[in-house]
């Protein structure tokens, strides 16, 4: 029997046997980053939505005022 107790291969761990991790899940790049990600992506698309709905705002606004001083 081997003595290697590297991560996938935990000799003498107790507990019974681990779960093969990939690469990614040991550099904690895990199924939970892709939940980080997207909410980050949704944060990120409604705060640009907010931004546009600011500015289109604003713009209504500016040609407003210009159509008035016009008269």
Known sequence: MTDSKNINN??????????????AERQSNGPHRNLDRQNAADKKAELVRKMREKARAAEEATEAGDAGTQS
Request: hydrophobic content about 5%.
């Open 10 to 23: 935990p000799v003498g761990q107790g507990g019974g046997q681990r779960k093969r991790q990939s690469r």
